[in-house]
């Protein structure tokens, strides 16, 4: 199974603040990588996808680059609504994983 | 708008079995190929089964592979996901999910149910 990592675990930042999270893969999955955001409570929904495609609705803060193993999530701009939980996962091949997720709080 | 229902999360003793439902509304089920996801109480996401839009086709997490079924029925609109044997480790909410993509090759999981808990204890 292909295992997946990021960093960091969490990170405190104000609004305003540009924040990067980055996300490696244990074997090259091209651009099969997608990010979600998960708030307290809630489901995660959908960012990106391709590793760089912002899905349909996401603000433009928002967005990712790389491709092979290592992957970078962007957030320009940090908004209020933007605190939560960030997971990165492969869909090169099942089984799909998950990183472990990366909280971002004030 | 798209929208999907899950259904039938429970207290469990451990080595009882569970049946999840998925409902989907608002679009055609069967163009869509499906996910079960889950997440432990304060833990991050697992990737647990997923399962073609014609339902030939499926995947397991290697945890649950030989515990866990998926299936649909496209006539009802609804996926889901018989679990046996369940565990204590079993214990989290379960989310279904939309898989984008096709032909076998699926890029991200697009639109989420709200999630449906089940206790094993």
């Known amino acids: 199974d292909i295992q997946m990592t990021q960093s960091p675990s969490s990170v405190s930042a104000s609004v305003g603040d540009r924040v990067t999270i980055t996300c490696r893969a244990s074997?090259?999955?091209?651009?099969?990588l997608a990010w979600y955001q998960q708030k307290p409570g809630k489901a995660p929904t959908l960012l990106i996808y391709?590793?760089?495609s912002l899905r349909g609705g996401v603000p433009s803060r928002f967005s990712g680059s790389g491709s092979e193993t290592d992957f970078t999530l962007t957030i320009s701009g940090l908004q209020p609504e933007d605190f939560a939980t960030y997971y990165c996962?492969?869909?090169?091949?099942?089984?799909?994983?998950f990183g472990p997720g990366t909280k971002v709080d004030i | 708008e798209v929208q999907l229902l899950e259904s039938g999360g429970n207290l469990v003793l451990p080595g009882g079995s569970l049946r999840l439902s998925c409902v989907l509304s608002?679009?055609?089920?069967?163009?869509?190929?499906m996910s079960w996801v889950r997440q432990a109480p304060g833990k991050g996401l697992e990737w647990v089964s997923g399962?073609?839009?014609?339902?030939?086709?499926?995947y397991y997490a290697d945890s649950v592979k030989g515990q866990f079924t998926i299936s649909r029925d496209n006539s009802k609109n609804t996926l889901f996901l018989q679990m046996n044997s369940l565990r204590a480790e079993d214990t989290a909410v379960y989310y279904c999910?939309?898989?984008?993509?096709?032909?076998?090759?699926?890029?991200?999981?697009?639109?989420w149910g709200q999630g449906t808990t089940v206790i094993v204890s």
């Open positions: 999910a939309t898989m984008m993509g096709g032909g076998g090759y699926y890029y991200a999981m697009g639109v």
């Open positions: 608002g679009f055609t089920f069967s163009r869509y190929a």
């Open positions: 399962i073609s839009g014609s339902g030939d086709t499926t």
């Open positions: 074997q090259v999955i091209g651009s099969w």
């Open positions: 391709s590793a760089s």
């Open positions: 996962q492969q869909a090169k091949s099942f089984p799909f994983t």
